[in-house]
């Protein structure tokens, strides 16, 4: 019997020695906890998704929202880079600035409406007379179906999926949208896209994430590029033109590092800082290099790398710009301008996006 005790014992030993190794070694881990519920009686799941480095990423099944973002600066402080809360609570009174998913289309669709195959659909107008993120509950207030789906020595990921029925907020087709969130060892938050209908509809997905580098203050001492030289003209509700015009010898360009706030007075007044849409060079012709944002204090470094071929400044003008987003998207109002890249889908195909973010500090 002591012979059994004593074997048990050294098991057991073994076993939190092993577990203290393979954190030593750098192994990734991913578990999931009760966050919340909502109104509804839902139940909301929190995903945590940790690598080998430190870094944690942690996820809801609500809206498929970021929460959490802990990136090290170059002193190995762990900060929440991104608008967030770890209280469910916050959440359930309205947060202004969560990291969800939009769809099922991102940005805004002048006089919500469009044609397709020779019929118009209606969608919610819920800015003004146009239609914003997926309309009154778009994709960002709906519960998801979450599970992690890996667990190797290089990498964890959680994904996320929705069922969005045929006509919901006006849009045709029953939609089925999977949405992965892969972190490695590289300090790299790999977002992975892909959506399936069985009647023709439009598509945009994107993550609305409010990036602060510093974790606190405001953004204005960011340091920005991006590589684009164009972008699409807007109105003054924000809706396109139809025309795209160069950045250069304008407040717009970024195609040098430059602090966010160096010519932000320079835009018009009502703007009150960016919300462009910036053409990608290259953009939609596979994974690009779009943007590399700087904090200069902190050290810490983002770049952003998509398939998408445009993506969205907005620098939380209705926040004080305490964050900025790098929404990657297809153009808004794509559906209503024939020469902007489509968003298009039909039955047979398969929507597929990706977006990386890579995080460092120097």
């Not at 778009?138 to 990498?155: K, M, N, P, Q």
């Not at 203050?217 to 025309?243: C, F, R, W």
């Not at 195609?255 to 060079?281: C, W």
Request: charged share 20%; glycine share 10%; proline share 5%.
């Amino acid at each position: 019997m002591k012979r059994l005790v004593c074997f048990f014992w050294m098991a057991l030993c073994w076993g939190v020695v092993d577990s203290r190794d393979r954190v030593a070694a750098g192994v990734p881990s991913a578990h999931q906890d009760y966050f919340g519920s909502t109104p509804e009686g839902e139940t909301v799941l929190r995903f945590t998704l940790r690598n080998g480095n430190g870094m944690v990423v942690r996820a809801m099944n609500l809206g498929a929202i970021l929460t959490e973002i802990l990136v090290p600066d170059r002193h190995g402080r762990l900060e929440n880079v991104i608008l967030g809360s770890g209280s469910f609570e916050d959440y359930r009174r309205g947060f202004r600035g969560s990291a969800a998913v939009i769809g099922r289309v991102a940005n805004r669709i002048a006089k919500a409406q469009f044609q397709l195959d020779g019929k118009t659909y209606q969608l919610a107008a819920n800015s003004g007379p146009n239609h914003i993120h997926g309309g009154r509950r778009g994709f960002a207030s709906r519960v998801w179906s979450g599970a992690i789906t890996e667990r190797s020595d290089d990498a964890v990921a959680v994904r996320f999926s929705y069922h969005s029925r045929d006509g919901e907020e006006g849009y045709p087709g029953n939609l089925n949208v999977l949405v992965t969130y892969r972190l490695d060892n590289e300090n790299r938050l790999t977002l992975d896209y892909r959506a399936t209908t069985d009647k023709p509809t439009i598509v945009n997905l994107t993550n609305h994430a409010y990036f602060n580098l510093a974790a606190s203050g405001d953004v204005m001492g960011h340091e920005l590029q991006l590589n684009a030289g164009q972008y699409t003209v807007a109105d003054s509700k924000l809706i396109p033109t139809g025309d795209v015009e160069p950045v250069e010898n304008t407040p717009l360009d970024f195609t040098s590092p430059r602090t966010i706030g160096a010519r932000i007075g320079q835009l018009k007044p009502q703007m009150n800082g960016y919300d462009h849409n910036y053409v990608i060079n290259g953009g939609g012709e596979g994974l690009v290099y779009a943007a590399r944002v700087r904090e200069p204090r902190t050290g810490r470094v983002m770049e952003v790398h998509t398939t998408e071929p445009g993506v969205q400044l907005y620098t939380g003008n209705h926040l004080r710009h305490e964050a900025l987003c790098l929404e990657t998207q297809h153009y808004p109002d794509s559906i209503n301008h024939p020469h902007f890249p489509s968003t298009i889908l039909r039955p047979g195909q398969q929507f597929l996006s990706q977006t990386l973010f890579s995080f460092s500090t120097e």
